[in-house]
């Protein structure tokens, strides 16, 4: 079994800064890349940050220069620093993470919850 948990999303208003986190708990081997999704009301999920396990890092193109994916490997967590926020980044935010599972080394696309980002204009 195995869980991915969001937290620190919120309302902020635009220009505003927010900082999700995103811890992974289980029956754990190793997490390979790991990632932030988005989905806005009305529209498709879409990837907007990854990092690999070596640390190599993209992003979509709409938050380049804004928000900042990284990873802490001891504590199975991801975290996504977003800065400058707009309004168009109001989302539910979903962690995702690539998981080798214990104890038969079986590979698992796991998914959070999500949690809501609302950016006021």
């Known amino acids: 079994q195995v869980q991915l948990v969001e937290s620190g999303g919120g309302l902020v208003q635009a220009g505003g800064s927010l900082r999700l986190s995103c811890a992974a708990s289980g029956s754990i081997f190793s997490i390979n890349a790991m990632a932030w999704h988005r989905q806005a009301p009305g529209k498709q999920r879409e990837l907007v940050a990854a990092?690999?396990?070596?640390?190599?890092?993209n992003y979509v193109d709409s938050v380049k220069g804004r928000f900042t994916i990284s990873r802490d490997n001891a504590k199975n967590r991801v975290y996504l620093q977003m800065n400058s926020l707009k309004p168009e980044d109001t989302a539910v935010y979903y962690c995702?993470?690539?998981?080798?599972?214990?104890?038969?080394?079986?590979?698992?696309?796991?998914w959070g919850q999500g949690t809501l980002v609302t950016v006021s204009s």
């Open positions: 990092i690999t396990s070596g640390g190599n890092t």
């Open positions: 995702n993470a690539g998981i080798t599972t214990l104890p038969w080394h079986n590979t698992l696309d796991a």
